[in-house]
């Protein structure tokens, strides 16, 4: 893939205009628009570029991290994946759905799993739908969490949660841009909740739209190709949608 590198200071200017609204000003109802038998194994992936996330660091304090209770540095990704999976829990249970927890994996070396290797530098993190476990970088975690931001992160994570809730919704999990863009939907839904918890901070949902900028797909790559996530555009739109109107709106796409 190649390296995609933006300007910082324009995105965080579009990053703080586009979060300058919260879902509680925004109007209700507005909306834009087990793994299959003897499908392919593969993975779905959350790709950043591949050498770099930015140009430049943001100074460390810059904004504020990201809080909850019993949350520290050496365990945000174990805590944040522990949330997120008792908010989906909630919420499906309010649908009727049997909901059940996805495994994770952390990544430090080359590991194998039922969807192929994976490897700390391959991506930041995946979902293997066929033994349902999102598999993270330990690596590539600290470097998003240094270069972009703790949120843009947990947004990393949300998004590939997203993707064990469709299984768990019984979509199939095929590597569409359709099921990619739900999956940031989710993860904006998760956000939402996230704010209504008093867990965000300044900053924070602007981290979530750089990374979403920086994981857009590059121009060359058709929307209709195996594996599209969406562009920038796209999966910032996609997120803002969850963030606004919640989960409900992200299970018409």
């Known amino acids: 893939m190649p390296r995609r590198v933006l300007h910082l200071q324009a995105l965080v200017v579009v990053a703080l205009l586009m979060c300058s609204s919260s879902p509680v000003a925004a109007t209700a109802g507005e909306t834009v628009s087990t793994p299959v038998a003897g499908a392919e194994p593969r993975f779905q992936e959350e790709g950043v570029v591949e050498d770099e996330i930015v140009e430049d660091e943001i100074v460390e304090d810059e904004f504020s991290s990201f809080t909850m209770p019993g949350l520290a540095p050496d365990n945000l990704t174990e805590t944040v994946l522990a949330d997120?999976?008792?908010?989906?829990?909630?919420?499906?249970?309010?649908?009727?759905?049997?909901?059940?927890?996805?495994?994770t994996v952390p990544v430090s070396d080359v590991v194998q799993s039922s969807c192929g290797e994976f490897g700390p530098y391959d991506n930041p993190a995946a979902y293997c739908p066929v033994d349902d476990s999102v598999y993270y970088s330990v690596p590539?975690?600290?470097?998003?969490?240094?270069?972009v931001g703790d949120y843009a992160w947990i947004t990393v994570l949300a998004h590939e949660w997203g993707h064990h809730v469709q299984v768990v919704l019984g979509i199939e999990p095929e590597l569409t841009i359709d099921r990619e863009l739900q999956a940031d939907c989710f993860s904006g839904a998760y956000t939402q909740r996230a704010l209504q918890q008093g867990?965000?901070?300044?900053?924070?949902?602007s981290e979530a739209l750089m990374i979403s900028i920086f994981s857009g797909d590059p121009i060359e790559i058709d929307e209709t190709a195996e594996g599209a996530h969406g562009s920038g555009d796209y999966r910032v739109t996609s997120f803002m949608e969850g963030y606004f109107n919640g989960s409900a709106t992200c299970l018409a796409y």
């Open 84 to 103: 997120i999976d008792a908010f989906w829990a909630g919420e499906l249970a309010n649908l009727g759905h049997d909901y059940y927890s996805a495994g």
């Open 199 to 205: 867990f965000l901070q300044e900053g924070d949902i």
């Open 140 to 147: 590539l975690a600290q470097e998003i969490q240094t270069t």
